[in-house]
């Protein structure tokens, strides 16, 4: 702020003027001591010097794009070696770049026997679900190609799903656009799980997978086995009951 302040020749006064506080909030900003001030008046601040004010959120040192690209990449392996389970042939972020159109997919799989193409939009964040729709529509667009040239598959039918963790806020977002969804994936968790163990034609849908244990599987049904013990032998001398 200081230096925005003397690139302009102010002096405390006149960005207080044009900021419309005290020249006192103004020394408080330059000192850094932030914590005396809201967030609003910072932003009023930085605004009169034409610059804009950025708080970042930090957990244990790590920024949270980090975070999130951690949720992100866990979700992708899970999908992916479920996928596997299901005699899917699965591609992790294939790049394209199709008629001036660039991306890459998260996740790209096929079925050899039913020869059925999927494409995986995988989102641990919805910031615009107009947005998110377009591309995966565009992915979908572009998938036979990109999976003849650079795969070798040869598929006869694409499919489309769009991967989501399991959130109640997530669920909040989708809800408000619940007839866009609803329209455009129309498929969701049980539906689409039946359709990935015996895929047939194309599908669109939207699913929640559960990452809180990595051994549930696509079918829904966890893959740990139960340990089984042994009934008892003791006589109860007591009731004389095995």
């Not at 070696?81 to 699965?90: A, K, Y």
């Not at 806020?169 to 455009?184: K, M, P, S």
Request: aromatic share 4%.
């Amino acid at each position: 702020m200081r230096a925005l302040r003397q690139r302009r020749g102010w002096r405390q006064v006149d960005l207080a003027g044009a900021a419309g506080c005290s020249q006192n909030l103004v020394s408080l900003v330059e000192r850094g001591h932030l914590d005396l001030l809201s967030t609003r008046a910072l932003r009023r601040v930085a605004a009169a010097l034409d610059a804009t004010l950025g708080l970042e959120i930090r957990w244990r040192g790590a920024s949270l794009d980090r975070l999130l690209d951690e949720g992100h990449a866990a979700l992708v392996a899970a999908v992916a070696e479920s996928l596997r389970g299901l005699g899917w042939l699965v591609a992790i972020e294939v790049t394209y770049s199709e008629f001036g159109e660039r991306g890459s997919f998260d996740l790209i799989a096929f079925h050899p026997v039913a020869k059925v193409l999927l494409v995986v939009e995988v989102k641990t964040d919805l910031p615009s679900a107009e947005a998110t729709l377009r591309k995966l529509d565009e992915k979908a667009r572009l998938a036979t190609r990109v999976a003849r040239d650079r795969l070798g598959w040869q598929p006869t039918a694409v499919a489309r799903v769009l991967v989501v963790p399991e959130s109640a806020t997530l669920r909040r977002r989708i809800a408000r656009h619940q007839v866009l969804f609803g329209r455009v994936l129309p498929q969701r968790n049980v539906a689409i799980r039946r359709w990935l163990a015996h895929p047939a034609g194309p599908m669109s849908g939207l699913w929640f997978p559960s990452l809180r244990d990595r051994r549930v599987g696509i079918s829904g049904r966890r893959t740990r086995e139960r340990v089984r013990r042994p009934k008892s032998t003791v006589t109860n001398p007591r009731v004389g009951i095995r």
